[in-house]
């Protein structure tokens, strides 16, 4: 079973592979945060995707490792921080204290690579890597053996509710592709914009877990929403 989904035997049932929904935090409502979390459990997302920002790599500032530690007490779901951030080979020690279970750094950080990655398995982590739209895909060439999610960012980091950018469509074919070639076994995700128009071309391309902030936290009817996301056949 892959360590990112919660439903296996759903995809066995239908024939159909079933890609993975992971709600961005972002649009979640912050006031009533375990209430929100328990709503999106109930649903059946799979894990939960935490966007850390430093305003410094990205123009934004959301929350750290104390709130990451406040999320872990409300829910058991796999959580995996997304770190927009310049230096975060400073700060891995404390997200692992939070009690994340995976890590995702950006390929255009200013942290030493294979370091980091190296401490981030240290510290019993699932090991991620991002990179953003204008960023070639073969930069993460040098480091696949030593992933276990790679997340293309199909909108600028930042901010939520912004338009997909189909260069990263070509991305995930190409993740596909080298991980086939390979013999490696990363999950491919896909951070930005996914919603009931983009998640079709996002599953068809290869990825395996979809991020989606403002289309499934807002959506009035997040089961129908987490349906269409998921699967051609809702
Ligand atoms: C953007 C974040 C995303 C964002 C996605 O910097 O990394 O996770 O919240 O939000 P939507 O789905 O609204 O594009
Ligand atoms: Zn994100």
Redesign the pocket.
């Known amino acids: 079973m892959n360590w990112w989904q919660r439903h296996p035997e759903q995809a066995a049932d239908s024939g159909e592979r079933l890609v993975a929904l992971a709600p961005?935090l972002?649009?979640a409502d912050f006031a009533d945060l375990r209430a929100d979390i328990a709503d999106m459990a109930a649903v059946g997302v799979d894990l939960l995707?935490l966007?850390v920002?430093d305003a410094h790599f990205?123009p934004?500032l959301t929350f750290g490792p104390f709130i990451c530690a406040a999320i872990r007490r409300c829910t058991d779901l796999v959580l995996d921080a997304?770190l927009?951030m310049t230096d975060p080979h400073r700060y891995l020690e404390s997200f692992a204290k939070s009690g994340v279970d995976a890590i995702t750094v950006h390929v255009e950080a200013d942290s030493p690579l294979p370091e980091t990655l190296e401490q981030i398995g240290e510290l019993g982590l699932k090991r991620g890597l991002s990179l953003n739209p204008g960023t070639p895909v073969d930069s993460l060439d040098p480091y696949l053996e030593r992933l276990d999610v790679v997340l293309v960012?199909t909108?600028?980091?930042?901010?939520?509710?912004?338009s997909f950018d189909p260069r990263g469509l070509e991305k995930m074919e190409w993740l596909r592709d080298e991980r086939e070639r390979r013999g490696l076994d990363f999950a491919i995700s896909v951070?930005?914009?996914?919603?009931d128009q983009t998640a079709g071309p996002c599953r068809a391309a290869g990825a395996d877990i979809l991020?989606?902030?403002?289309?499934?936290c807002k959506n009035q009817d997040r089961t129908k929403a987490a349906a269409i996301l998921r699967s051609e056949h809702h």
């Open positions: 961005s972002l649009s995707h966007d920002m990205v934004n997304h927009m960012m909108v600028e980091p930042g901010f939520g509710g912004q951070d930005g914009g996914v919603n991020v989606s902030g403002s289309y499934f």
